[in-house]
């Protein structure tokens, strides 16, 4: 069994120091695996460091571990974004949860005219707050040692706008490209962007928006895929091709 993964804010520190987990993560340690004095530990700062450790001390609210070893893991490469329209119920919960222990590097949600959600501002800074929290708790499980990042919702416009820089492939439903033979045009070693749109699809303007800002439109074949299933699919598909999957 591995030893436990968590993230911390606590800055590094030399061998033998101390860092505290509180809060959910030291319920989990002292509830759910009855963690005990000198049982092994691996915390991240989310920036590639990982500190390898074991418990010094358990309390209910508290527990420290000690620092034993660290060693540094670089950043994933080459990146790769999804960006994920805003769909209805819990969808969006799901499809960042599966990308984030799929190896997403990050996800943008953005808001589309055929999204069926209406939100206002507290309501998407709540929603937010929330992925991050699932995409936080998802990397745990997956031990990732680079936290991915959350972003959004944002609209259409500026999530096209985001684009820039990486090699961007646009779902559509009908497109006459093939995933598969849209990626072999595309260098495995480029920072990749795969654009999803929610349910209904995109608006013709938002589907010129994203093709004017660079996205090569592609299709995964004659069926219809949910919004989230067609999100891990194109994914899976990607990080495969960039040599990060499978």
Do not use: C, N, Y
Request: proline share 7%; charged share 20%; no cysteine.
């Amino acid at each position: 069994m591995h030893d436990p993964f968590f993230f911390t804010d606590e800055a590094p520190g030399p061998p033998g120091t101390l860092l505290v987990l509180r809060g959910a993560d030291a319920h989990h340690l002292t509830v759910v695996r009855r963690a005990k004095p000198g049982d092994g530990v691996r915390v991240s700062d989310g920036a590639g460091v990982v500190v390898e450790g074991r418990v010094a001390s358990v309390s209910p609210g508290a527990v420290e571990v000690e620092r034993v070893a660290e060693r540094r893991v670089p950043a994933p490469s080459p990146r790769v974004r999804v960006f994920q329209g805003l769909a209805k119920g819990a969808k969006v919960d799901v499809v960042v949860q599966h990308l984030v222990e799929l190896g997403a590097d990050e996800v943008v949600v953005f808001t589309s005219g055929r999204s069926v959600p209406r939100w206002d501002a507290p309501k998407r800074a709540q929603m937010g707050a929330r992925w991050a929290s699932i995409a936080r708790e998802a990397a745990k499980q997956s031990r990732r040692p680079w936290l991915p990042r959350v972003a959004g919702p944002v609209g259409a416009g500026e999530a096209a706008a985001m684009l820039a820089g990486d090699a961007a492939l646009l779902a559509d439903e009908a497109g006459d490209t093939l995933l598969r033979d849209a990626l072999a045009g595309i260098d495995a070693a480029a920072a990749l962007a795969v654009v999803i749109g929610p349910e209904g699809g995109l608006t013709p303007a938002e589907h010129e928006a994203f093709r004017a800002a660079g996205a090569v439109p592609f299709s995964l074949g004659p069926r219809i895929l949910r919004t989230e299933t067609a999100a891990l699919a194109a994914a899976t598909l990607v990080l495969h091709h960039a040599g990060r999957l499978g």
